[in-house]
């Protein structure tokens, strides 16, 4: 039994009923939006309360009425870390007798009882006003209270004046509170990145040679200056020996292969340690900085299996499972085994201790100057794992930032995203139709998952040659380039095979023949190619136009062509408009008419306006909403325009 | 930090996360679906567990994957009152042995350690199962270990006597709970209702004499032939005298005048009362006995607010609220004045006491043998008083149905169903067209609120005489009522006024003139015409047609008219099959071709069938998915059929 009379429910944006929190980046507003009404006709009234985890203060924001009992209120998110925000509504008795003597006076009605009955409310600001208030307020209340000066009475009454106060000092009995909710925000790297990831081992220029970090080093330029800010690579651990996997996923490996980099651990060191060939820890601190020099940040790769010869599987055999006749549990996926990789045993009896030493692997190489983390198969190590991990890990830090890379059900996919992870890797790499293209970015746009699941796209990886790459054709790289980094904000490469057009698979799966994840390969470093020029370009657009930098700013523009994707993209701050068009026919030119986007930019019909490419350099000259393009895909199989406001 | 490794969420149905209870009747199925998936690749496996408030052990059925991760399981609700239901989720560690040993057989692989590993989900199955299987597993475990009898054993391993003791005795290590939710099973007339609403001020067939509960007894004969079987009174308390309202609300009455009954309590009493010149309670009493005799449900009405004369007034001054001239504060909805009516002061110090004595109003007529109330104006009431009030209502007697009286704003409509309402008026009377229709039939029954919101659809009420309605054109009372009766299970009629076709209103609005609600009116109690014939026919379709008997069974079908509706509605058990078809247009002839739902139906293209009309009684032969109709709104502007399966 409660005596509240407001109703607070569906609020938005809520994960989970509070159980996960959204996420934001620095620099964002939270729109906060809530069912808020009580019963009868009193007027109701709300506010946002919010604080940031360093905060002991709750500040508020009034919320206001939008329609149809729906409140909303706004904050900005300043900093890094954890806010919380939660609402309060009541009855405002104050506001309620104001409105109702409102009523009754343009009802014709005599007020002289209701103004006596007024003088109740201004008793209770009497006592909240400010000093300068008090006397002003104790005037009224003779005011009421004399009916010889009743009109004076009743403007003072209705005024703005007490309105205002009335506003900024609500009596709130029965005030009801919708619990407190969190959004993490992260910095706004997790929002907006272009990573490009190379195997160290093949980044040196001498025939033959196993590549270092210093060869990396030399490598930096060059991936800056095609306009990457990330720089991510396999893992650098010291490789085990015991059923190391040879070329092309071979069981044995032939001596001096180096095997798989995912087999992590040998008798130089386990997750910690660095492989010898790519350098020392000095070394590796070193790239660290010259990386920053060029805004270039380290992401490190944190696959959490062991080698059967990773210092672990003695000094933690309960770590790992055992077997009834002695051996010790490789990983399976009946049939495929995968005798290189132990799984960690997660429900072992000392699971806290272990759990404690996964964590401070990422603690460790945080302490050494790693900010992004790319996590190998998260989806095969319990949720509650992650959970603790990352929140551990953001105390440190709450600029860390993880990305999952979960290729599997939606399901399990989304709750990796739940319990913390920054970015997903995402089915973008099998979305090739205009149809799958839509769909597939509503979903992340328009769907639940909006408020914590961050796409990350990739068109390739070393682990997926997708089918529509295999084919080699240039207009397929060249467009699943430009969508990755125009429709979505976060995108990567898988870089030297994507440059080069590297095609060739496994017969009848999408992978990479004589693939980098068994052998060192060679590659041309110093070659520019025309998708080199594209991504440079692109990479140097996403830079300057805020419009790219976001995630949920997607619109879709009509064509009627099946073959021509055209989207709007604009920044919150409605300066910068974006209308990217795409040929998805890698063999035909396709023309069609754009339905642009006129009154969201801000264009009077019949206005004329540039659209000038950032790609190509042309503009071109429009006065219509519908405007005609023409895309050949061996020329340049999209635009990507600015759109000048006249 | 926790062990579990299995994620359950998105649980269906449940209502702001358990906070209010969803709602069924007795002899439905709950279906009930949840999101369930583990990391990795292991097995898991879940279970629904159930009870009744009486019963203290839970019950449990097995749950099935249904793709996506999403798993679904029912139970059957038996009987009325609350039922709790929650998931249970886990690894299921002896399925997944089975299942990785049959992937691995299938893959050509040698298992003989496997089965070593497998000996020890036999022991915990040793354990669990009935004695008779007790020594069958122990002679598997020693063929799981006889490498001689590899064959067999292996064929034991992936037997399906194995996966069923599996699946009876699970090892639910971790168990993952999503918490308990509620269902309130209400009898089946909260769900199938035919209700006709009456003054019992104007029963009487003397002319100019005040009608009685004896006279209301003379008219249960009629009321049952043309089938309803719950009779709604408007208040049938004293009314008081103290500003009195008059003919056409007029804020004086003349001498002799009744007054609203809705201004209840005078010097004779107040709610617990009857009004004198209806009868006593022992009266009352018989006529709730003589109508249960034809079925019939006698609905009374509650009414919570004063007349100034009220016995509480003086008895409990601090449950009203006093103005500063030390009058008692009127209803009023400014410019709107009610001085014939005191609201009750739920804000009022001594709220416990006043919440309890309005309780004790509905018990006691509860006592007295009414099982259906009709709340008037629940809306202007604290939510979470109804929620006490009729939680002790149901205590006493989980039969027992509130019809919400409240038209106004969505949310707050929907708020009092959530609180615990059974029913609830709803936007029916005001949707006429066939988009109108489509759009509203289509969020009842699909939209959040089909789990506790159930419409009840009158077309008219005492304080609602709709604009269609003022027109007086016969095909709009006959379109209304059917479609009422037919698209909804729940309907009601403010009958003498609809019989008769009465639709003289207040010049621009929508109320009656010379209305019942002021003073009382004589009817011709022995007239049948159009109107009770069709409601007879309907309403005995109702009661033969379980399809007639539920509420989200509707299926709207396709007819190329704008003015021609069609839907299709079949019972749980897919026996009853009816398709009705409304011509809405009151002024001609419409046809057009419906699209039957054959296959949902059952019938092969091109079979014939016989459709028989429930309210004509012609029958026609179709055979086709596209059938003609064609309707006279001044014949019979509807088609009632009962689909024959051949």
Redesign the interface.
């Known amino acids: 039994?409660?005596?509240?009379?407001v109703?607070l429910?569906n609020l938005s944006p809520e994960l989970?009923?509070g159980r996960y929190f959204i996420k934001r980046v620095v620099g964002d507003t939270l729109s906060v939006a809530i069912?808020l009404?009580g019963?009868?006709?009193d007027v109701v009234n709300g506010r946002l309360l919010y604080r940031h985890e360093k905060q002991r203060k709750w500040r508020s924001v009034a919320m206001t009425h939008r329609g149809?009992?729906r409140w909303g209120g706004a904050f900005a998110l300043e900093s890094p870390g954890t806010y919380e925000y939660k609402v309060e509504g009541w009855v405002d008795y104050g506001l309620n007798w104001q409105h109702?003597i409102e009523?009754?006076i343009?009802?014709?009605?005599t007020v002289a009882?209701e103004l006596?009955?007024g003088?109740q409310y201004l008793d209770y600001l009497q006592k909240k006003v400010a000093k300068g208030h008090k006397k002003q307020i104790k005037e009224w209340v003779a005011l009421f209270a004399d009916e010889s000066r009743y009109a004076e009475a009743t403007a003072v009454a209705v005024s703005e004046e007490l309105h205002a106060l009335f506003q900024a000092h609500p009596e709130r009995r029965?005030v009801v509170e919708y619990p407190a909710r969190k959004v993490f925000v992260d910095r706004k790297k997790a929002e907006f990145s272009t990573w490009y990831e190379l195997f160290p081992r093949s980044a040196s220029s001498v025939e033959g040679q196993h590549g270092s970090f210093k060869d990396v080093e030399k490598l930096l330029p060059r991936i800056a200056e095609f306009g990457f800010d990330t720089l991510y690579m396999p893992p650098i651990h010291p490789i085990g020996r015991v059923h190391r996997k040879g070329k092309n996923n071979s069981v044995t490996a032939e001596p001096g292969e180096p095997g798989s980099c995912w087999g992590v651990g040998a008798k130089e060191g386990g997750h910690t340690a660095l492989l010898p060939e790519l350098g020392t820890l000095k070394d590796f601190k070193r790239l660290i900085k010259k990386a920053l020099e060029h805004d270039i940040e380290i992401a490190m790769d944190i696959a959490f299996q062991c080698a059967p010869d990773h210092p672990w599987v003695k000094a933690h055999p309960e770590w790992f499972r055992w077997?009834?006749?002695g051996?010790v549990q490789y990983a399976?996926?009946?049939?495929k085994k995968y005798q290189d990789i132990l799984p960690i045993y997660?429900?072992t009896p000392d699971?806290?201790n272990l759990?404690q030493a996964l964590t401070d692997v990422v603690l460790y190489w945080m302490e050494q100057g790693v900010r992004v983390f790319r996590i190998d198969n998260p989806?095969?190590?319990?949720?509650?794992f992650w959970e603790?991990l990352i929140a551990e890990c953001k105390k440190k830090d709450p600029g860390v930032i993880f990305l999952s890379e979960a290729f599997t059900?939606?399901?399990?996919m989304h709750?990796l995203a739940k319990v913390g992870f920054s970015q997903s890797y995402s089915y973008y790499t099998w979305r090739n139709t205009k149809a799958e293209l839509i769909a597939y970015l509503t979903e992340l746009t328009q769907g639940p998952g909006r408020d914590y699941f961050r796409a990350n796209f990739w068109p390739n990886t070393p682990d997926i040659l997708p089918w529509a790459l295999q084919s080699g054709q240039e207009p397929v790289f060249l467009t699943r380039l430009f969508m990755a980094g125009t429709l979505n904000s976060n995108y990567g490469l898988y870089g030297p095979v994507y440059e080069f057009m590297v095609h060739e698979a496994v017969p009848g799966k999408e992978e990479y023949w004589d693939s980098e994840k068994y052998e060192i390969r060679q590659w041309d470093w110093e070659k520019r190619n025309k998708i080199t020029h594209v991504m440079t370009r692109m990479n140097q657009a996403r830079k300057d136009n805020p419009a790219l930098q976001a995630m949920h700013n997607l619109q879709f523009c009509t064509v009627e062509n099946e073959n021509i994707l055209a989207w709007y993209k604009s920044d919150s701050a409605a300066d910068n408009h974006l209308l990217m068009v795409v040929n998805i026919d890698p063999y035909y030119t396709q023309s069609g008419w754009v339905q642009t986007p006129l009154s969201a930019i801000g264009i009077a019909p019949g206005q004329e306006f540039t659209v000038h490419d950032l790609i190509s350099g042309n503009s071109y000259l429009w006065n219509q909403e519908w405007n005609y393009v023409e895309l050949n895909p061996f020329a340049l199989p999209f635009h990507l325009f600015r759109i000048e406001k006249p």
């Not at 039994?1 to 009379?5: D, G, K, Y």
């Not at 989806?379 to 509650?384: L, N, Q, S, V």
Request: net charge negative; hydrophobic share 25%.
């Open positions: 039994m409660s005596q509240s009379r109703i429910e989970n009923a069912d009404y019963d009868g006709h149809n009992d109702e009523r009754k343009e009802g014709g009605q009882v006596l009955d003088v029965f077997r009834p006749d051996s399976e996926n009946p049939p997660f429900e699971w806290k759990w989806h095969t190590k319990p949720y509650r603790h059900r939606p399901a399990v709750q």
